[in-house]
């Protein structure tokens, strides 16, 4: 099993949050596609980045809108789960008090070695590791 930190899971949710806006202005484009006179350059490419080559057509217009409805919805269903994730976390922080909850939160949000924790809050590597395990149930 792969720890990650709770910084991990804030940065994959602002990666979610963003790619989502992505499409969403990509898709706006494409939408309100009026033509070669639409873009400077004369088109777009696939990507929705103003291109001086290949162009775009209808039909890989509705291609890509089709592609980016699909990806849409796959990176939105992950950014939810993301979200859950974080609120379960969140909601195990504010339950926990004193020592448990500075171990989790240096450990999980500050990404801190049992060794650096041990150090931080005055106990034993082998006690903050206990204490941990107690916490991580």
Request: hydrophobic share 35%; aromatic share 8%; with cysteine.
């Amino acid at each position: 099993m792969i720890e990650r930190t709770y910084s991990d899971l804030i940065g994959e949710i602002e990666l979610y949050t963003c790619r989502l806006e992505q499409y969403d202005r990509e898709r706006r484009k494409l939408v309100n596609f009026s033509g070669p006179n639409a873009f400077p350059s004369g088109g777009i490419d696939i990507t929705g980045i103003r291109a001086s080559r290949k162009t775009l057509t209808a039909e890989g217009i509705i291609i890509r809108l089709e592609q980016i409805d699909q990806e849409y919805s796959m990176c939105k269903e992950l950014l939810d789960e993301l979200i859950q994730h974080k609120e379960v976390v969140d909601k195990l922080l504010e339950s926990l008090e004193g020592i448990q909850h500075r171990i989790f939160y240096l450990h999980r949000v500050r990404d801190r070695t049992f060794k650096e924790i041990s150090k931080a809050v005055g106990k034993s590597e082998r006690q903050v590791i206990r204490i941990w395990n107690e916490v991580a149930r």
